[in-house]
């Protein structure tokens, strides 16, 4: 039998890498908030920033601030300095929140009342899809109250469904979170807090929550799908 060369077919498709599902309790709120074509959009952007592994937080001098407040009784002092201190692009933003960090700080009371208390973040499985549930802080009360306060800074309020699942999530998950503690959200622009409601049923709300995760993990599938077809052409 003469040698021959075998000619082997390599593909040079690039496969798309296999990103399992996943929000941040951010992520997943906002698009319980939506409708229609809309969610499969909020989808599709939410699983090309993972897998660019891109965001950005330009809250997060804010909430130093506002903690160190907290924390050390100054009565909104790094509140006030805080707009000085960030970058020209964010002073706008900066300004706008802060009238109702001090509004929610004077909320608190007695600033010898109450301290900072250390979370945790939990990840919570809603039906298929994995969720991170991170508040921005916790709260002691000198008479033995505790609160988990998850921040909201979009100009626009909570969607009452947005903040239903974010307290929902937070509560469901209170003993990793901080035990015995009351999920909180606080609406920063207008420095209105929010507490589960109490007529709210939880079994009905996970319900909800399950379909709604069920459904973002489906659209999260057909991204992927469509992103394939779109390498291979």
Do not use: C
Not at 139 to 160: C, I, K, Q, W
Not at 195 to 208: H, K, L, M, N, Y
């Amino acid at each position: 039998m003469s040698e021959e060369t075998t000619l082997t077919t390599i593909s040079t498709t690039t496969p798309v890498p296999v990103i399992p599902p996943y929000a941040t309790m951010l992520g997943f709120t906002r698009y319980v908030s939506r409708t229609g074509p809309a969610k499969a959009t909020f989808v599709g952007g939410l699983r090309r920033q993972r897998e660019r592994r891109s965001g950005f937080n330009p809250h997060g001098q804010l909430v130093k601030a506002l903690k160190a407040d907290i924390a050390f009784r100054t009565g909104g002092s790094y509140l006030g300095g805080v707009v000085d201190v960030v970058k020209d692009r964010w002073k706008p933003l900066y300004g706008a929140l802060r009238a109702g960090a001090r509004t929610y700080l004077a909320s608190l009371g007695d600033p010898e009342k109450v301290n900072l208390a250390q979370t945790r973040d939990a990840i919570a499985t809603v039906g298929p899809l994995a969720v991170k549930i991170n508040p921005h802080f916790g709260l002691r009360y000198e008479d033995g109250r505790r609160e988990a306060v998850r921040l909201h800074f979009d100009e626009e309020p909570p969607s009452p469904e947005s903040a239903t699942a974010m307290l929902h999530l937070m509560a469901r998950h209170m003993d990793q979170i901080l035990p015995n503690a009351e999920p909180v959200l606080v609406d920063l622009r207008r420095g209105v807090t929010h507490r589960i409601d109490p007529a709210a049923r939880p079994g009905d709300v996970e319900s909800w929550l399950a379909g709604e995760a069920a459904a973002f993990t489906a659209m999260w599938a057909a991204t992927a799908t469509t992103t394939s077809t779109a390498t291979a052409a």
